[in-house]
């Protein structure tokens, strides 16, 4: 099994990763993880924490020579905003936030709570899925996210090769596919700015290149889709995922809602052995298990919950009424959220991965998919 724990609070130490499960010779390159994790301090309305972190990963085990070794791989990034021990608590709980709920849930100060379910958090979460994706591209599947809407203006996905889309994504200072519209919404994210406001958004990941064969539909929570959709569901300020077509299936006919099969004899050497759709409606899952198309999941974001201008609020001493207490914090982190969602898609991807065809050693598992793809060619 494929897993990973994480640890550490938002101006602790640091945040480390613990991977477990990862195969053995592959080549794992820290430049790879720490391009995500700049990524994620990237984005335009991001907080002024962005400029105090430089967030870096360092190896601490599981590695000789540039392999992994098949042992437990720690990653640790270090804080560089490290001063828990010399900050007070909050005495009025912020709406939207865990204060007031897990102060509550584990009769402690709101600073115990605040600090571990801080969206900082996610920093281990991409340097672990930023490790997994080096996994997924030794043997051809490429994970790729971008912003679709933020706030009210839609920012639709476009075609085009998965090289070129990056491009254009990289240029966005949204990470969205439509840099045209940059100016638009970053004079939207300024207006809520000035008035002590939030903006969400929401998220799209796409898995490109996927095996037949991904998640089971054997147990409920073994299926994929669903174990996507909790991993998803699990990054904070997410409200929402949907897979596919997601909630407008609800909203049409079956005739429209599902994928014809077609089969062409001269693509029986791709992944997807000839079973050809002329749509992807499903979102590449199909009973929990993949159906080779490309993976297609959204994610629902949030605006932050830390308002410039708070929302009203209880003084816990005294419990009379006051303003919400304001930590510094983001106007808009949905360009993060992306990075995020990409990199929590790829450890699940490369979980069911290893689940399906083995964990021991890469070339093993090469060999595994190979293996299959011709018993299924030839069943």
Request: glycine residues 10%.
């Amino acid at each position: 099994m494929l897993r990973y724990w994480t640890a550490g609070e938002s101006h602790g130490k640091g945040i480390l990763a613990i991977v477990d499960g990862f195969p053995c010779g592959i080549a794992v390159d820290s430049d790879v993880i720490d391009r995500e994790l700049q990524r994620r301090q990237g984005g335009y309305g991001r907080g002024g924490r962005q400029r105090i972190e430089q967030d870096r990963v360092e190896i601490l085990s599981g590695t000789w020579r540039g392999l992994s070794l098949g042992s437990p791989i720690a990653l640790w990034v270090k804080n560089h905003d490290y001063k828990i021990e010399k900050m007070e608590d909050l005495d009025r709980p912020r709406p939207g936030h865990g204060d007031l709920s897990g102060s509550i849930k584990y009769l402690t100060s709101v600073r115990a709570i605040l600090e571990r379910a801080s969206a900082r958090e996610t920093v281990g979460r991409v340097a672990a899925g930023a490790l997994a994706r080096q996994l997924l591209t030794a043997v051809g599947i490429e994970v790729f996210g971008y912003v679709v809407s933020l706030g009210p203006i839609d920012l639709p996905p476009r075609e085009g090769s998965l090289a070129e889309l990056r491009t254009i994504r990289d240029r966005s200072a949204l990470y969205c596919l439509h840099p045209e519209k940059d100016a638009e919404v970053m004079e939207l994210i300024d207006a809520c700015r000035k008035q002590g406001d939030t903006l969400g958004g929401i998220v799209e990941v796409r898995v490109e290149n996927p095996p037949f064969g991904l998640g089971t539909h054997a147990q409920w929570d073994h299926k994929l889709d669903g174990r996507l959709a909790q991993a998803v569901m699990a990054v904070q300020a997410i409200k929402g995922v949907e897979i596919g077509l997601g909630f407008q299936a609800a909203r049409t006919f079956g005739s429209e809602t599902h994928d014809a099969i077609t089969y062409d004899p001269a693509r029986a050497n791709e992944r997807c052995l000839g079973f050809v759709r002329p749509t992807n409606r499903a979102g590449g899952l199909e009973a929990g298990m993949t159906n080779a198309q490309p993976i297609i999941i959204r994610a629902a974001m949030k605006p932050i919950s830390t308002l410039a201008k708070p929302l009203e609020s209880v003084h816990l001493p005294s419990k009379q009424p006051r303003a919400a207490a304001y930590e510094r914090s983001d106007v808009c982190a949905v360009p993060a959220a992306s990075v995020i969602v990409e990199n929590v898609v790829a450890f699940e991807i490369a979980a069911a991965l290893v689940e399906k065809f083995g964990q021991d050693n890469i070339e093993e598992i090469r060999r595994r998919i190979e293996l299959f793809e011709e018993m299924a060619r030839s069943r």
